[in-house]
């Protein structure tokens, strides 16, 4: 099928490529010299309409003689040209707009309002529902990586990681049924469990646009449930462009915190024919966080084990470096040839030491505790510096080209990308003093429960005995290899036909290794110790955490090598069963065709087929029988299906300032390569089990989507939209404390499964405008809804990581020098993890941010800019069952920066 396909695309190559036909191309940009995406370029008496790309450029095929090209975009005076084109003949025409100017001479378009326009005006011209932020846009927030961006998009609410946003929520759906690409091709994940992006690994400062198109056309992945996410890098400069930014500023959640920013972006076209940008940055920051837990037991054990099983005071001590590069290539061969490259890297290294005070072993009728005290860290050498070291890599590399026979354009491009996270000599080091006498179980405000502790016996150095000291060694890396094609023909004036295929070869591995150190060490108070008690803690002074012993003791014991007996060179626990690897491969073919009915309407129509291979290989294990890496029993498995995926579109222009979008879609989400490996992991003593899932289907969704739209005619959006979607085959976490295993009852087992069906239903609400000249309001609201069918155990759940409540407000103030800003976002509660009773489901809590920016232009090159973060100390929250009853509890305190940026 493949081969017939390549053929008959062939044929029409050679075919083709000898025609004459007229073609007129150009570029639209600003008086600054910047392209302008979603410009309108409409020519007469031909009748021909288009829509320059990201990169301000149009081609018209097929046009001939007089023509008057007409040039409108939102916010910028309209441009019309005469041009006059023979048969077989390619001109040029480029057009420069100006900012419009209203009838109270105010002018509309300013330096914060031009980020805005282009959003919109792209926006306005995509056929699918979209919201586009333009680089302009992005440099107006106080938001480091791509992650907090994204999240004052309507419909889109992040989940965080150390107070950064990491993984992103669209639509009320979690992370694993969204999808993210860069400049089209999905990013590879660094994590080992699931398919998610981190986010927060991506500088904002690298990206030039970002699309979130919350309906697919078929020419698109359609791995994307919720929406897919596309980050587009900068490239085809119009001329010689540099810019520096730099920044410092601070975190006070630890005295010694601090943050830095270095950003430069050069870009030039040294010719008519060649351009090339290059961007890096560097970030770092200092930090910290403070961290309560708790793990509430089962009421029927409230009488004998008390209300908490476990309570955890943790102290983070954390810092992050961020170091990106990209560089991309653009060469015209001629008109009718032109190629690319692309390329991106970026590395984000993760310092962490963590000290964690846990309680447990609750006896009431004693009134004793066992508490545990773990020092968290790595080896003492120069890249761990005794801290937990993770190291996240994402780099991707695309060559392509955009080509045009005659009528038929095509255009294909070649990637690969690799994303790898290594945590090398992490170590554990964990001391423990049992029977430790307490007067009170403190309950009577659940969201800050508390021992009370009988004595000094809790911080009493001498009786914490050594337990054993753990060291880790994990890599997880993915790697993609993909190519596509696509081929685009017109059939009449302003209508086409596109068809295109793309196959991507992917594989994923996950390999930890631990060891253990049982004996060698003294009590705690015979090793060098430090009090990491906080008086001004930000959960609350009476979480102390007394004595730990110091990660630079930790980091200098002599662990792999030594000869003492008591290190085990190899530990079997239940990462034993989390080590896997993964192969899979997708091709994708799709037919669709863009018919422009009359002067107003426009529709897609067309299909996608997907084919998916995946083969995986696992281990079984028990901890209680296994103690050898060759006692591990070895699993393999693998699945191959399609779907076909139709998709309809429609666009109405009502007027210049009215479009309707209605889209019926379906699309898909691909179960995450670990949650398909037919693992097991087993504890026979205690009848615990967790199982993988070869049987997982990928879950399937049809999406009803309209959008009313109404543009302002100065800079302004009023639009309501609606979506719907069916989700066949959607995944849950199953628990059950009655399983059979091996033949023996009452095992308590947790496995991924397919529900029959869920529903999700929404609304969204965007308006922004500008208002007494100088300010300017920009809000969202989104609600959503839903409802699940046929989960084993539970009846009429809501789906997890539906989030019924999101909103974004920001009121911006901006004269010719002068701009501030104030921003407010919120997202409701949702259920983060589903259990097999409602009294242990897991909800990751409301949160909102309130941040704050500002800048002053000193002159035209140069910019002074302040911003702070988190104004309200927003810690993040989980609970169990009720929102008064908290699970975790972790808080990050307030960030600000001050900076200068300078343009050559």
Do not use: C
């Amino acid at each position: 099928m493949k081969n017939f396909i390549l053929s008959i695309v062939a044929m029409l190559t050679v075919s083709l490529s000898f025609s004459q036909i007229s073609t007129l191309k150009g570029r639209v940009l600003d008086s600054n010299g910047f392209a302008l995406p979603g410009a309108t370029i409409q020519a007469s008496p031909s009748g021909k309409a288009i829509v320059t790309d990201f990169n301000g450029f149009f081609t018209i095929l097929n046009i001939e003689g007089e023509q008057t090209i007409k040039v409108s975009y939102i916010g910028f005076e309209t441009v019309e040209k005469s041009v006059n084109i023979s048969i077989g003949e390619t001109q040029t025409l480029d057009f420069t707009l100006d900012t419009a100017i209203s009838e109270l001479s105010e002018v509309v378009v300013s330096g914060y309002q031009s980020g805005i326009v282009k959003g919109l005006n792209k926006q306005k011209s995509d056929l699918n529902v979209t919201n586009v932020v333009s680089a302009d846009q992005i440099g107006k927030f106080p938001d480091d990586n791509v992650g907090d961006v994204l999240k004052r998009i309507a419909g889109v609410s992040m989940q965080g990681d150390q107070g950064e946003a990491r993984n992103i929520v669209m639509r009320g759906l979690g992370p694993g049924l969204n999808a993210v690409t860069l400049n089209g091709d999905r990013i590879p994940s660094a994590e080992g469990d699931n398919r998610n992006v981190q986010l927060d690994l991506i500088p904002s400062a690298m990206i030039s646009t970002i699309e979130v198109n919350k309906t697919l056309t078929p020419d698109m992945e359609a791995d994307a449930i919720g929406g897919s996410v596309n980050l587009i890098t900068r490239s085809n400069p119009s001329g010689f462009r540099a810019s520096l930014t730099a920044a410092g500023g601070g975190q006070p959640i630890r005295t010694d915190g601090y943050n830095s920013n270095f950003a430069l972006v050069i870009a030039d076209k040294l010719s008519d024919r060649f351009s090339y940008t290059f961007s890096s940055t560097i970030q770092t920051k200092d930090y910290g966080s403070d961290n309560i837990e708790f793990e509430w037991n089962d009421p029927a054990d409230w009488s004998s084990d008390g209300e908490i099983g476990e309570m955890d005071i943790r102290r983070y001590d954390v810092k992050r470096t961020r170091r990106s590069l990209s560089l991309n290539l653009d060469w015209n061969l001629n008109d009718n040839n032109q190629f690319f490259f692309k390329s991106i890297y970026n590395h984000r290294d993760d310092w962490e030491n963590r000290y964690r005070m846990r309680v447990g072993s609750v006896d009431i009728d004693d009134m004793t505790v066992r508490i545990r005290r773990q020092t968290k860290g790595g080896i003492n050498n120069s890249s761990n510096d005794a801290t937990r070291l993770e190291d996240q890599k994402t780099q991707k590399f695309s060559l392509g080209g955009d080509h045009q026979f005659g009528k038929l354009g095509m255009d294909w491009k070649i990637s690969t990308s690799i994303a790898s996270e290594n945590r090398p000599d992490e170590r554990y080091v964990r001391y423990e003093q049992k029977n430790v006498p307490i007067s009170d179980l403190d309950v009577s405000n659940p969201e800050f429960p508390s021992f009370v502790y009988v004595g000094n016996d809790w911080t009493n150095q001498s009786k914490f005995e050594y337990k054993k000291t753990e060291e880790a060694f994990k890599t997880t890396e993915e790697d993609n290899t993909s190519f596509s094609i696509n081929f685009n023909l017109p059939y009449s004036v302003n209508d086409k036909f596109k068809f295109g295929l793309k196959h991507k070869d992917k594989s994923k591995m996950r390999n930890d290794v631990w060891h253990e150190y049982d004996n060698g060490l003294p009590n705690m108070d015979g090793v060098s110790n430090f009090d990491a008690s906080i008086t001004s803690y930000e959960a609350g002074k009476k979480y102390q955490s007394g004595m730990f012993m110091t990660a630079e003791a930790l980091g200098n014991l002599k662990l792999i090598g030594t000869s003492d007996p008591n290190f085990d060179s190899y530990v079997m626990d239940e990462f034993a069963a989390g080590n896997y690897d993964a192969d899979e491969q997708v091709t994708a073919f799709y037919a669709m065709i863009e018919d422009k009915i009359g002067d107003n309407l426009t529709l897609i129509a067309g299909a996608r087929v997907e084919s998916t291979k995946i083969d995986y290989t696992g281990y079984k294990f028990d901890e209680e029988t296994m103690d050898t890496p060759a006692d591990l029993g070895i699993v393999t498995g693998g699945s191959d299906y399609s779907n076909v995926l139709p998709n309809l579109t429609l666009q109405w222009d009502l007027n210049d300032k009215w479009n309707l979008n209605l889209a019926l879609t379906q699309s898909l989400a691909r179960p995450a390569y670990y949650d398909l490996v037919p693992y097991e992991y087993s504890n026979s003593d205690d009848q615990e089990l967790a199982l993988g899932n070869p049987d997982l289907e990928a879950s399937l969704s049809t999406n009803i989507d309209a959008m009313v739209e109404y543009y302002f005619k100065g800079v302004g959006l009023l639009s309501l939209g609606y979506f719907n979607k069916n989700i066949e085959d959607w995944i849950y976490q199953y628990s059950t404390n009655d399983y059979i295993y091996n033949g023996v009852a009452g095992y308590e087992m947790q496995q991924l499964r397919n529900g029959e069906e869920a529903t999700v239903n929404g609304i969204e609400l965007t308006y922004q405008t500008k208002f007494l000249e100088n300010f300017t309001f920009m809000g969202n609201y989104t609600i959503t809804d839903s409802s699940t069918d046929k989960v084993e155990g539970r009846d009429d759940v809501p789906l997890v990581g539906q989030v019924d409540n999101m909103y974004n407000l920001s009121l911006a103030y901006e004269t010719e020098k002068f701009f501030i800003r104030g921003s407010y976002n919120f997202a409701d509660a949702s259920l983060d993890e589903l259990s097999d009773k409602a009294f242990e489901d897991r909800y990751y809590d409301e949160q909102s941010f309130l941040d704050v920016n500002a800048n002053y232009r000193v002159n035209d090159k140069l910019s002074i800019f302040a911003e702070g973060k988190n104004l309200t100390n927003q810690p993040l929250r989980y609970y169990q069952g009720i929102s008064t009853r908290t699970m975790q509890l972790e808080y990050y305190d307030i960030s600000w920066n001050i900076g200068l940026k300078y343009d050559f």
